[in-house]
């Protein structure tokens, strides 16, 4: 059973930092693609990274480049995100969530990195930006 545990959010001051980590379990770790999600209240769920680590591909969306940092653990099928210089705009539950990638044919749900790519989610964990 393909199973996603994220871990880490919680109330920051803009400015801040966070860490959150997606502990995934059930599955051959390098043969799919993890995303990181975010959805904010009233707000449809969006794709903030995503990358495939057997692949090499990793995709950031433009209104956290140079904030975000997607970072994969094999060893340990875990998947982290950096959050660095933290705006109220970033306030949002986020998920993390898998998709197989059999081949370099499915790169898409990592270029594309849209919710309807993937297959499993995690429950999600709360990131408040205060300002």
């Known amino acids: 059973e393909v199973q996603l545990v994220e871990s880490g959010g919680g109330l920051v001051q803009a400015g801040g930092s966070l860490r959150l980590s997606c502990a995934a379990s059930g599955f051959t770790f390098d043969d799919y693609a993890i995303g990181w999600f975010r959805q904010a209240p009233g707000k449809e769920r969006e794709g903030v990274s995503c990358t495939s680590s057997k692949y090499g591909s990793t995709y950031y969306a433009d209104s956290v480049k140079g904030r975000f940092t997607i970072s994969t653990d094999n060893a340990k099928n875990t998947v982290n995100l950096q959050i660095d210089s933290l705006k109220p705009e970033d306030t949002a539950v986020y998920y993390c969530?898998?998709?197989?990638?059999?081949?370099?044919?499915?790169?898409?749900?990592?270029?594309?990195?849209?919710?309807?790519?993937?297959?499993?989610w995690g429950q999600g964990t709360q990131v408040t930006v205060s300002s």
């Open positions: 969530a898998a998709a197989r990638v059999r081949s370099q044919l499915r790169l898409w749900v990592v270029s594309l990195c849209r919710p309807a790519g993937y297959a499993y």
